[in-house]
């Protein structure tokens, strides 16, 4: 019987987080809806005990929880523009979702669950670092939804003693992200463009900055997370990061010498909802999880196109 689930396990940082597990010799199930989620990244985990289902519905949560001890609950509908067109949605899949797998949680005796935060949650505010104690200051729907989702996480454990973690991942990149979507990740879809000879688009003056987290770096704290002693993390949320940021102008020079484009960017009108610049501060983490970056923003990115070079 599985002893972890993975929500989202179809989809980029659920997938790699699996494969961790599995790695590591542990009994996995896993649960996608696949309307961001893609069949083939399930490919390599087929020792993976798999559900296709939807979190929106609670009879798929309660197959989805039961015998399980740990959660990791990624699966959302990701992307700042996807929310701006369509809110309710973000809602039903971000928030609804997420309670209705707190509920089944709790039913089943799940004992952990962890819980991809974002750092949208921020919002816009002028200081960086972004610590945790600064109040939330959502700006787009997509924002306040991942933010009603740590303050379920919150509150079930305040109130029903399940032992939840929430984890604020900042900007997260690498294998396996869908590079393909109107909604998909910068670096993804950068990645992809710059290698195939074609001109990205900068939204905005690209002197918006982002701390861009490589997926080794989110994997290794959620499993840290999952680890750590109840009396340390339960009901807690901290950021994780790489603690350091780069602008989209730099990234893009980087990725040049990465790729081998030797064009220049072309430069469209900023995004409604976006936020102007974006830094962690991970000394939470550090001390909660003992988690400090294993892979920093350069060699990640490295990674990263040599993956969509060879393997997309
Ligand atoms: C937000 C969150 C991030 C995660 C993500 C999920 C912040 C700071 N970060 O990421 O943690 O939850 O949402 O989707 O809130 N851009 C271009 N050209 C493109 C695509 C994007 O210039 O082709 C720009 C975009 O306008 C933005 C930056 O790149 O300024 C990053 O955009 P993104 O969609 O990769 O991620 P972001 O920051 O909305």
Known sequence: MAKFLVTGAAGFIGR????ALLERGEAVRGIDNFITGKRSNLAGLEAMEFIEGDLTDPEHCA???????IVFHEAALASVPRSVADPAGTNLHCVTATLNLLVA?????VRRVVYAGSSSAYGDTPTLPKQEEMLPNP???YAVAKLAGEQYMRAFARVYGL????????NVF???????????GVLAVFCRRMLAGEQ??????????RDFTYIDNVVHGNLLAADA???RVAGQMMNLATGSRCTLNETFRILCEFTGYNGQPAYGAARSGDIRDSLADIHLAGKLLGYSPIVDFREGLRRTVEWYRTCS
Not at 163 to 170: D, I
Not at 174 to 184: A, E, I, K, L
């Open 163 to 170: 032992e939840t973690v929430v984890l604020r991942y900042f």
């Open 174 to 184: 690498g294998p396996f992200q869908d590079p393909t979507s109107h909604y998909s």
């Open 16 to 19: 790699s987080i699996a494969a």
């Open 105 to 109: 949680a709790r039913a089943a005796g």
């Open 200 to 209: 990205p688009t900068i939204f905005g003056d690209g002197e918006q900055s």
């Open 63 to 69: 197959l989805a929880c039961e015998g399980i001890e």
């Open 139 to 141: 700006i787009s729907p």
């Open 229 to 231: 002693p109840k009396e």
